[in-house]
């Protein structure tokens, strides 16, 4: 069973930064993909970053490509995701996932994931 925990959530203001952390624990790190989504309040899950399990690759959505980065430390079995320039519509819950799909690939889509965390809060403020 693999088992993920986030953390680095909090308030912050607009413009300003926050990493978010993912632990992965209970089978080898380095075999599975990771990404990231969020979900705000009376909205749908959405795809926010993503990395493929050697990390050689990254993915980003749209509206957070430039200003987010993704990255992850086999080593240390976890997985950040650096948030700058954040802005209130960043607001929400965010969520890592964890991937063992079988290719050293990136995931976009949230029925690509096997094992999810509890989530983070992020707020900011305008």
């Known amino acids: 069973q693999v088992q993920l925990v986030e953390s680095g959530g909090g308030l912050v203001q607009a413009g300003g930064s926050l990493r978010l952390s993912c632990a992965v624990s209970?089978?080898?790190?380095?075999?599975?993909?990771v990404g990231w989504f969020r979900q705000a309040p009376g909205k749908e899950r959405e795809f926010v970053a993503a990395i493929a399990r050697s990390g050689a690759y990254t993915d980003y959505s749209g509206s957070v490509k430039g200003r987010f980065s993704i990255s992850r430390v086999n080593v240390k079995n976890t997985v950040y995701l650096q948030m700058n320039s954040l802005e209130p519509e960043d607001t929400a819950v965010y969520y890592c996932?964890?991937?063992?799909?079988?290719?050293?690939?990136?995931?976009?889509?949230?029925?690509?994931?096997?094992?999810w965390g509890q989530g983070t809060q992020v707020t900011v403020s305008s």
């Open positions: 209970g089978r080898t790190f380095s075999s599975y993909a």
């Open positions: 996932a964890a991937s063992g799909g079988g290719y050293d690939y990136t995931y976009v889509g949230a029925n690509d994931y096997d094992y």
